[in-house]
């Protein structure tokens, strides 16, 4: 995950990679970790939707250099070329962040459904 991905301990739920794994030994213990996995889902909510948004703008960015990039092989004549091999040996880093954006919002929608899923399986203990 990036460096803004990083999520908070918590007392009775560790999460490794993307799995979500409980430990409690009590009915009370259940219910804290219950109230703590149901603040981590409003955590996790609100880091996609932050990351939903950086990907919007990188994705907008990606798609302005390309526009940007075409026109200029468009462009003919002496000074049009010299710029095309001057800015042919430039790193171009402008759409390298959407597809790491994309992934960590994979990961994150994945961890928040490990999330939910944890959050039913201790309910339905507490009913029993």
Do not use: W
Not at 56 to 67: D, F, G, L, V
């Amino acid at each position: 995950m990036g460096v803004g991905m990083q999520l908070r301990d918590m007392r009775y739920a560790t999460i490794e990679g993307t799995e979500v794994a409980v430990k409690v030994a009590s009915p009370v213990e259940a219910k804290s970790a219950i109230k703590e996995l149901r603040h981590k889902k409003k955590e996790i909510d609100l880091l996609k939707k932050r990351l939903a948004k950086e990907l919007t703008r990188a994705r907008a960015r990606a798609e302005k250099a390309e526009r940007e990039a075409e026109r200029k092989r468009r462009q003919t004549g002496l000074f049009a070329m010299l710029r095309r091999v001057s800015t042919a040996f430039r790193s171009s880093k402008v759409g390298e962040d959407v597809p790491k954006l994309e992934s960590d919002l994979e990961r994150l929608e994945e961890i928040a459904l490990n999330v939910d899923s944890c959050i039913i399986q201790l309910e339905g203990k507490l009913l029993n």
